[in-house]
């Protein structure tokens, strides 16, 4: 069965840090493109932060100098370290294999099966 499983969401202070993962099985993460992807109360779902197959990284202007996206082959599970947080940060967080855009809802629909992760709650408080 393949399935992604977040984890590492929570209630944090603004300045404050946390560290998402998103463990695989069924597949191989080194197969596919990762990406992290959130949705705030009223906001379009936005894609965060993507780390290629060949390690290549790239970070949205607003988390950029503050959020690192990092992959544990071992583990099979990706990461997000987010430093400095700010209140607008605050969103359900969703990890991806392989990056969609013209994605509007974070609700995996463009998804296969599998290949969306349930979501983790972040919440940033001032």
């Known amino acids: 069965e393949v399935q992604m499983v977040e984890s590492g969401g929570g209630s944090v202070q603004a300045g404050g840090s946390l560290r998402l993962s998103c463990t695989a099985s069924g597949f191989t993460l080194d197969d596919s493109d990762m990406g992290w992807y959130r949705q705030a109360p009223g906001n379009e779902c936005e894609l965060v932060s993507s780390?290629?197959?060949?390690?290549?990284?790239w970070y949205a202007d607003s988390v950029k100098g503050r959020f690192t996206i990092s992959q544990g082959n071992a583990e099979n599970t990706v990461y997000l370290q987010m430093n400095s947080l700010k209140t607008e940060d605050t969103a359900g967080y969703y990890c991806?294999?392989?990056?969609?855009?013209?994605?509007?809802?974070?609700?995996?629909?463009?998804?296969?099966?599998?290949?969306w992760g349930q979501g983790t709650q972040v919440t940033v408080s001032s």
């Open positions: 991806a294999a392989d990056i969609l855009s013209g994605v509007t809802a974070c609700d995996g629909s463009a998804w296969r099966e599998g290949y």
């Open positions: 780390i290629d197959t060949d390690g290549s990284t």
